[in-house]
């Protein structure tokens, strides 16, 4: 007796409950794989936010808050580093080139980041993918601006847009509006914290600062925009710098060597393994969202067991009749798990199908408005074997009607009443 014509005819008779059954396991199945997908990605695009810098130098803190502050632009530095204590150790033989970054400034909720040209050179992120812009240049004149490519699109803004900078980071902060800045340059997505960041040179952060005093606009001293291009706006510090070497073999010698340096305190990490530590504090919250997605494909699986169960008082003078023609306890056994098989194969069919329709529909806004590059990627390793678990686990799932059917009795089936 061919158990597979049959089951799929005794599936077919219940087309509906089927339906709703084969619905509830591919909904499930498409979360919990949509779920591991964005954690795959989110891991992947969190550990590649910076690569190709072998250093990264602030005030002596903490390894997560310097970088926290220095690459995410979350929270603030607990100190500054001096001008002076930058130059020396970009000047040092090991060190190929040095890119400062200064902090404090903000515009319409986005960071804005203090640097030089040397920085859309310089940064690399992914597989050593270099910052490319999408539309202008890195700026020239001391009221230039570079934007990134969220910031542009939440804003709408275009290249010769003049924006104003605030004070800090807050709601309430002052605004520069003596000294608006001219946006040059967009950059493409990358996918890192580039993307939310406003950049502007460093005599440009010295320029709408020249009136005022220790974070404070100073009444009655105002300086013009005109008059601040002649200045002198050489910075005295900086929040942060990243180091590139010659020899990557003398990071651990530079790094011993900063961490002792005299001058004043400073703490110089190694993005690697800052992101790896960030990365176990933060992972856990995935972690937690994976498992309750598993628990969604659980209930989605109860959800056959119920259903396959409820039926069982309908179908026991189907599994009498089968008895009758011949069929052994184990066919009628088989039956059932084969049944039980087939929906939980089609549900994950269905799943996946679900999950690149919406990873096809999704990938572009996930892009822009998160900076994540979800692919429409053959299932990897982990999604195979989570696959394999749902199947495994729904073909137990069967097994308890299977088991429950197998043990009526020929005798019990037929005296039912019609």
């Known amino acids: ?99 400062p970054i200064s902090l404090g400034d903000s515009h319409r909720g986005f960071r804005v980041v203090g640097t030089t040209g040397g920085l859309f050179t310089r940064y690399r992120y992914g597989a050593k993918h270099a910052l490319e812009f999408s539309d202008g240049t890195a700026f020239a004149d001391l009221y230039d601006s570079v934007v990134g490519a969220q910031v542009a699109n939440k804003l709408g803004y275009a290249i010769g847009q003049s924006i104003v900078l605030s004070h800090g980071t807050g709601a ?44 404070t606009h100073i009444p009655g001293q105002e300086i013009s925009a005109d008059a601040a291009r002649r200045l002198d706006l050489t910075p005295t510090t900086i929040t942060a710098f990243l180091l590139g070497l010659k020899l990557r073999i003398a990071t651990f010698d530079l790094q011993r060597q900063i961490n002792e340096y ?51 008082n309908e179908r026991r003078r189907e599994m009498a009749i089968l008895r009758a023609l011949g069929a052994r306890p184990r066919v009628v056994f088989g039956l059932l798990v084969l049944e039980a098989t087939l929906l939980t194969v ?46 495994c686990g729904g073909i137990l799932t069967g097994c308890l009607p299977a088991w429950l059917a197998y043990r009526h009795a020929l005798v019990d089936g037929l005296s039912l009443r019609l």
């Not at 605004?175 to 960041?197: C, E, N, Q, Y």
């Not at 460093?202 to 600062?209: F, K, M, N, V």
Request: proline share 4%; hydrophobic share 55%; charged share 15%.
């Open 1 to 99: 007796m061919t158990l597979l014509p049959l089951a799929v005819k005794s599936l077919a008779n219940r087309c509906f409950t089927v339906a709703l059954t084969v619905a509830t396991i591919a909904i499930s199945v498409a979360l919990l794989l949509s779920v591991q997908r964005v954690h795959d990605e989110a891991r992947r695009s969190f550990a590649s936010t910076i690569s190709g810098t072998d250093l990264i130098v602030g005030a002596r803190s903490g390894p997560i808050n310097l970088l926290l502050y220095s690459i995410f632009h979350i929270g603030d530095a607990t100190n500054n580093v001096s001008w002076q204590s930058y130059k020396e150790i970009a000047a040092l033989p090991a060190v190929e080139w040095a890119v």
């Open 172 to 215: 309430l902060a002052d605004k520069h509006a003596d000294k608006p800045f001219r946006i040059v340059g967009i950059l493409k997505p990358s996918g890192t914290p580039v993307d939310t960041s406003v950049f502007v040179s460093l005599a440009a952060i010295e320029a709408i600062h020249a009136d005022w005093q220790s974070g």
């Open 262 to 312: 005299r001058t004043e305190p400073l703490l110089a990490i190694l993005p690697g393994i800052a992101l790896q530590q960030l990365w176990r504090l933060v992972g856990v919250a995935e972690n937690a969202l994976l498992i309750v997605s598993a628990l969604v494909v659980v209930a989605g699986l109860l959800g056959m067991l119920t259903a396959m169960a409820t039926t069982l």
């Open 346 to 391: 089609c549900g994950i069919a269905l799943g996946l199908a679900l999950l690149y329709a919406g990873l096809a529909l999704g990938a572009e806004f996930a892009q822009a408005h998160y900076g994540l590059r979800i692919g429409l990627d053959f299932p990897g390793t982990r999604e195979l074997i989570l696959l394999g678990a749902v199947c």
